[in-house]
């Protein structure tokens, strides 16, 4: 029979729902139920495509006898950390310091007040590698409430107190400089993995905010290393397995240096990030339309990952899905992971023939003792690879990816995060833009669409997620309003509809209002009027995405570009002073703050392009051309001289009869040009 779970809306709680455990969904009532029952609370944290949540589900929580005793002596409550990423970073940070080490699933044990008195990630069914076994853990804990009650309560009373005093303190008025960025480069060249691009060892992430900080870094100052790094980043991955070298798109990371061995989850927020990254290098290697080896794979990779998105998370709704399963049927009924994109030669002779598949297996490095497991390889582009036909190769291709759509596809999580629809609005606004596909604006468009019908209500406060058109209960947090502003102004930048910027500003409005310290400018994770938890989540730095904080810097800033707001501009300033403390230590985990920070350095540039229509070629040209700009964080207004969608517009006539660019930094307004050669070199600031 299923259990309380059944009449949740996430995916992931609702992979739960049939347990024989007694679930709880985060809520008011299950701590209460916690306190008359006089019992201690699990409180079990994953999400959908989590590899070793579904593993520990399998081995604990579908197993009756453990479920029979967690239902005897424990209130068990199931978080989805997309769905609550508030609950997650909130005991995560309590974890972390407690063990030194986190991550998913996240099993923490909490008194009926939400105080945590003992921790850990992953436990197995039987001990093994060290690790108790979970009943193990359970009869421990439960021994420790019943017998040692008022030293459980010292415990999470001093793991409160210790998170309450963790507080981020920052000089509010002073902005990163120059010195800083800099000693931020020479920290990431320091971390720098020239061999195999990247950051740090092995397991190895995309370092897409890191990245960006790069590109602009080196559009600003014309610094080579910062792009070198870009580049050869860029391309390793792009030729490694963590890259789907038939399907387009990226994996979560991958389990080696090599970017070999991906961890085969597929999540939106890194697509969007990566493809916006690789059509940010196409713009940085391309000048003038000259192509060369590295705008070649940037474009492609872009283009590829744009369109594994619209393609495999898309929703019916048109807002794109939150990420596809690690794992998936093996075609023996067992779920493994990776068994969607892994090739033996054997299966590459099925499909493709003696000689096709001797060509496939040179040119994506397939063996027969193999790169993965069991002797199955994963497809990368090794740099040893001879010559290729390129037409045998789209063959070749085509066929493996029509042989691979008849596997058991891996489960989707179609969970619509705003946050991460925000990060996708922006990739494929920006993508089609630069490579002339308005298949990939129109899909931005309707996802934005989506957000404004379905997660935004009267007051212009946005929900975190919906599924099937249908809202979630839970409320925005401070990423979500960051992201889907971000979006919003990318959008209003490349089509030319004013309407984005507005509902970008109600966002950032909430923004300045519910979740900014008025005091010291800092910035919290969840708004003021959001549940109390037993500490108000704060974090500047980055992770998988950009942390809700620097993501906010950012869109205020371009913001107070457009439009002028003072309001704005300071908010963005005083929020970016922790990049200043922040950026020259770690720079590899504020990315995004230092890409923001190098829009604050360059201006940001303000640039107006009026013609009598849109659809005027020569204004469009020039629209183009302001677009693929490199300036740093350079904002971008387009329409007619008497438009008011944009206040950029305003007292902006045509010269001479012709279109025109107005280009305008620090209140200060270069001469007006008709030639889009003048305005690209004017852009392209090295």
Not at 37 to 55: E, I, K
Not at 166 to 177: A, C, F, N
Not at 197 to 206: D, S, V
Not at 577 to 588: D, M, S
């Amino acid at each position: 029979m299923p259990n309380r779970l059944a009449h949740e809306t996430s995916p992931y709680l609702l992979q739960h729902a049939d347990n024989p455990v007694d679930w709880w969904p985060w809520s008011a009532e299950a701590f209460e139920a916690a306190r008359k029952t006089n019992r201690p609370v699990l409180l079990s944290v994953g999400y959908s495509s989590c590899h070793w949540c579904h593993v520990m589900a399998h081995e604990s929580f579908e197993d009756q006898a453990t479920a029979d005793y967690l239902n005897e002596h424990f209130v068990s409550v199931k978080v989805d950390r997309e769905e609550r990423p508030d609950v997650d970073a909130v005991y995560m940070e309590a974890v972390q310091a407690a063990t030194g080490q986190g991550g998913w699933p996240m099993t923490v044990f909490l008194t009926p007040d939400a105080e945590p008195f003992y921790f850990g990630t992953y436990f197995p069914p039987a001990p093994r590698h060290g690790m108790p076994s979970f009943r193990q853990v359970l009869e421990g804990v439960r021994q420790a409430w019943d017998d040692r009650r008022d030293e459980v309560g010292e415990v999470a009373g001093k793991i409160v107190r210790d998170l309450a005093q963790r507080e981020i303190s920052y000089q509010t008025d002073r902005v990163p400089g120059e010195p800083d960025l800099a000693q931020a480069l020479l920290g990431l060249t320091r971390e720098y993995d020239p061999q195999r691009g990247g950051f740090g060892g092995a397991p190895k992430f995309p370092p897409s905010m890191a990245l960006e900080f790069l590109l602009r870094h080196h559009a600003r100052t014309g610094a080579e290393g910062a792009l070198q790094m870009a580049q050869d980043t860029c391309e390793r991955m792009a030729r490694g397995g963590i890259y789907d070298q038939l399907g387009g798109g990226f994996a979560r990371y991958s389990v080696d240096r090599d970017w070999i061995v991906p961890h085969f989850e597929k999540m939106l927020y890194d697509n969007a990030l990566l493809c916006r990254v690789y059509a940010h290098l196409w713009r940085a290697t391309a000048r003038g339309g000259a192509a060369d080896g590295h705008s070649d794979l940037a474009r492609r990779v872009a283009l590829e990952t744009a369109d594994f998105m619209v393609r495999e998370l898309r929703t019916g709704e048109g807002g794109f899905a939150s990420a596809l399963d690690a794992d998936s049927d093996d075609g023996s009924g067992r779920h493994v992971e990776g068994a969607y994109y892994v090739w033996t030669p054997e299966q590459l002779r099925d499909a493709l023939g003696d000689e096709d598949a001797e060509s496939a297996a040179q040119y994506f490095g397939v063996t027969e003792e193999g790169t993965f497991e069991h002797g199955q390889s994963v497809l990368q582009l090794p740099q040893t690879a001879g010559v290729f036909e390129a037409g045998k190769i789209a063959s070749i291709k085509e066929r493996l990816l029509d042989k691979r759509a008849q596997r058991p596809a891996p489960g989707r999580d179609d969970k619509v995060v705003a946050a991460w629809n925000g990060l996708a609005i922006a990739a494929l606004a920006e993508t089609g833009a630069y490579f002339g596909r308005p298949d990939l604006v129109e899909a931005a468009v309707f996802a934005a669409d989506l957000l404004v019908r379905v997660h935004l209500d009267d007051h212009a406060r946005l929900a975190r997620t919906s599924k099937d058109g249908r809202v979630g209960p839970n409320a925005g947090v401070l990423e979500d309003y960051a992201d889907v502003a971000e979006g919003f102004l990318a959008l209003a930048s490349v089509t030319g509809e004013g309407v984005w910027l507005d509902f970008a500003g109600l966002l950032l409005d909430h923004v300045l209002a519910r979740f900014t310290d008025p005091d010291s400018g800092a910035l919290y994770d969840t708004a003021s009027d959001a549940e109390q938890l037993i500490r108000r989540p704060q974090d500047p730095t980055d992770n998988a995405t950009p942390s809700g904080w620097t993501a906010a810097a950012g869109a205020l800033l371009s913001y107070a570009a457009h439009t002028g707001s003072e309001p704005h501009r300071a908010a963005a300033e005083r929020a970016l002073g922790v990049v200043k403390a922040l950026g020259p230590r770690v720079p590899r985990f504020i990315g995004w703050g230092l890409a923001a920070a190098e829009g604050l350095l360059d201006g940001p540039r303000e640039v107006a392009v009026v013609g009598p229509s849109l659809a005027d070629e020569r204004t469009t040209a020039l629209h183009r051309t302001a677009l693929l700009g490199t300036a740093p964080g350079a904002v971008v207004a387009v329409g007619t001289p008497d438009s008011d969608e944009f206040p950029l517009l305003a007292d902006r006539p045509l010269v001479g009869g012709e279109p025109a660019a107005y280009i305008c930094r620090n209140f200060t307004c270069e001469v007006p040009t008709t030639d889009p050669e003048r305005l690209g070199a004017a852009l392209n600031t090295r």
